[in-house]
């Protein structure tokens, strides 16, 4: 279609939202970049963070962000995958109605809702079953694994239910069973379904804040089991209230915000360019 | 092992897994939650209609923070349904593939921005204009409103494409056919048939809207403020209400309405959320016939 018809309020309307994607990303993108020039003295990217002596390093939160969104994708995704081969034939039908329903329930579960029910139910199950105070990665870890199933879910259901009906008549042909025919034929074709879903769950849990400030225990420290209290880059934005503004902790925080947004935005570039591709081939 | 055992197990694995996490999540908060979720939950011992038009304060239930939470919903809504659906439309029916493949990414960037680093876009903002015009601006329900506007924008630019999508081609080239313009196709044909879509759409970020607790903890949600007092004041907000108990309740009497709280939220979240599939189904149901 010809797109110079358009109504101009209506390609304007639609123009600012690139724009205020823009707006936001540089603002927060030059804020991080501004704290790095002018905190120099405060040496960011060291791992000792004692706002008192003047020391704000934030390596002990860029660690634990990445301990925790790598250790609850694998786990998330893994059980995805599980949910997925459910709904596509590994199951009977009712079992695969009752887990796309359950998942449904799921999507629309606030992050808040999760946080307060894990906050009364397995933080306490941890404290009794491991000792310590149950705020800890393992806690935080299970939750946000747990969020983060539907999403990567719903992504990789809909590259492989629509494979795996197109190939169906032809797999049951040729004697397959059901398994065989996702392990073999559906699975391996749609790799670029479970590549792009693990790469948006990736962005989801290093992005959330509430869990990982309701349930993660928030010290900030090198955690080295899973039972390690520990505050991640979202929940050290989230906990940080300084009214000190310029100084090293609300600097800090600006550097955190940076951090995170790069890394988020690369994450849904690649998994977005993953899913064009796709369908470019398709 | 073989793969396809290693995939039977993985699945019935992760299915009674998340069933029974979910399943133990939700069971607990409804076993907890459902004796103090009433109307004194709500309203405290305040009559209904004067807590309602504020003649009288609520002390001890949650309706100064429901009515923070409507409110934050209206005005949010208010600010992104006219871009976001604009969006949408121009995206689906109208954008060149240059500009299709643009707007696409920055909406697809824009989904991917956590929630915490658009509370922080907010807290920044606000501190930019007290440092330049606004000296007395300070964070407010305005500014909650409007990052989580940013915030839910792409979930509705994503649904009214995608409604707007799934209108037949053929009743498009039909409309062309008896000489209507792109925009009146738009207008008379495109709109109206993809209205349950557009609806579910608003709903679904409606949703999002409302559960969103990193945004406003940032921007202006506070634990005590009493109904909301306009745009610019502070406000509390259900959310915000339910994290804060989670770390500060004093006693059983307030964790019992934390729990209240809480599945009076998850009750609305799936409400809005059944609404919204209905909507869409419904509309797949017409095309499909």
Known sequence: MNAGKSPLFLKALALSVSGILGTVTAFIIVSGIEAVIGGQGFSFFSSVWNPNAGHFGILPMIHASVLLAVSSLCVGWLLSLGCCCVMNGLAPKYIADAMMMILTVMTAMPTVVYGFAAVFLLVPVIREAFGGSGFCWLSAGMILALQSVPTMTLVMDASVRSLSSQTRITAETLGMTPAQHLCRVVLPSSSKALLSSAILGLGRCAGDALLPVMLAGNAVRFASSPLDSMRTLTAHISLVLSSDIGGGEHLSLLLSGALLLAFCGTVSIISGSIIRRRKHEA | MKRETFIKILSWLSFFTVSFGILSLVIFLIIRGISSL???????????????????????????????????????????????????????CFASERGRSVVGECVNVLAGIPSIVMGLFGLEVIILLR???LPNGKTCLLLSAFCLAVLVMPALVTAVRSAADSV?????????ALGMSEAQTVRHIIIPSAAPGILGGVILAMGR?????????????????????????KFEALPFRIYYTSAQYTGAEELAQGFGTALLLLLMSETLLITARILQRRLLRKWRG
Do not use: Q
């Open chain 2, 38 to 92: 009433n109307l004194r939950l709500i309203f405290g011992t305040v009559p209904i209609l004067e807590a309602v038009t504020g003649a009288r304060p609520v002390w001890d239930g949650i309706w100064p923070a429901m009515a923070g939470t409507l409110l934050l919903l209206f005005v949010t809504m208010a600010i992104v349904i006219v871009p976001g659906i604009s969006c949408g439309l121009w995206l689906s």
């Open chain 2, 131 to 133: 440092r330049t015009f």
């Open chain 2, 168 to 176: 037949p081609h053929g009743l498009k080239v039909t409309a062309y």
């Open chain 2, 209 to 233: 809207a409302m559960e969103d607790t990193a945004v406003i903890m940032l921007t202006g949600a506070v634990a005590n403020a009493g109904l909301p007092t306009g745009l610019t004041g």
